[in-house]
């Protein structure tokens, strides 16, 4: 009797979630990395059940952090709710046994942080939101001003949109540049913005403006990366 052939194994892609994640930084790489061939999401949080964005949408996680044993791929998003992580034991262990066990890891916006605190940046090049792009290097990373930045088994991208450059970026990596350009067309990304988002390309006007808006914000935020490397120093000496 003639065998049927294997079957393709599943390609695991988890996607870690909080209270706070922005939605399109979950979202936009989820829409291009879900049409891999074989591709299943795992969307993984602490605890299963709902998870309110920064938006107020729920997203529900499908997996906690005890259920995931075997991925090909691990997501992190970024958003307000990074800034908790940063102190977070479980998030952190959960993401430093991610780093040594999934083939590729990857962050779109400030989710770069928490792969700074676990220490998963440490001696590379990577990126973030251009507003916390310079606390990187207090994780041992050397900062780039680019949408992605890939080297080695770490992929970091910059805010929020930079995402889907991201995941575009993975694809290609892993299927190869006919199937991300198949992705791509799939989904018409092909963007062309009344305006650019970049701070290069802004009027000073508004990159003040911006900067203004989120100055207590960062200076929160660059207090919490100044324990959460300290932590990552002690942990690695």
């Keep these: 009797m003639e065998q049927a052939p294997p079957r393709a194994r599943t390609f695991e892609v988890g996607f870690l979630l909080y209270h706070d994640v922005t939605l399109l930084d979950v979202a936009g790489p ?3 990395l879900a049409r891999l061939p074989g591709a299943r999401v795992r969307l993984i949080a602490k605890n299963n059940g709902p998870v309110s964005s920064d938006t107020g949408s729920t997203l529900i996680a499908d997996a906690c952090f005890a259920d995931v044993h075997l991925l090909d791929v691990l997501v992190v998003p970024g958003g307000p709710g990074i800034d908790a992580l940063l102190e977070d034991d479980v998030s952190l262990d959960f993401v430093r046994r991610s780093y040594d066990t999934v083939p590729l890891i990857a962050s779109v916006c400030t989710g770069a942080l928490l792969l700074g605190a676990a220490g998963c940046l ?3 090049r990577a990126t973030t939101h251009w507003r916390y792009l310079d ?3 207090a994780f041992g990373a ?3 001003a680019t949408r992605v930045v890939a080297d080695g ?3 970091t991208s910059a805010g929020v949109s930079a995402g889907i450059d991201m995941a575009l970026s993975l694809a290609a990596r892993i299927g190869g540049e006919d199937e991300a350009a198949r992705i791509a067309l799939t989904i018409e990304y092909d963007p062309a913005p009344p305006v650019r ?3 290069d390309a802004s009027a000073p006007a508004t990159l003040t403006r911006v900067r203004a808006d989120t100055a207590a914000r ?3 935020r660059a207090a919490i990366v100044a324990r959460a490397a300290a932590r990552s120093r002690a942990a690695a000496s």
């Design 30 to 32: 989820l829409e291009v």
């Design 197 to 199: 988002g970049s701070a």
């Design 218 to 220: 960062y200076d929160a």
């Design 153 to 155: 088994k770490v992929i």
């Design 142 to 144: 050397e900062p780039v």
């Design 135 to 137: 606390l990187l290097s």
């Design 122 to 124: 440490r001696g590379r």
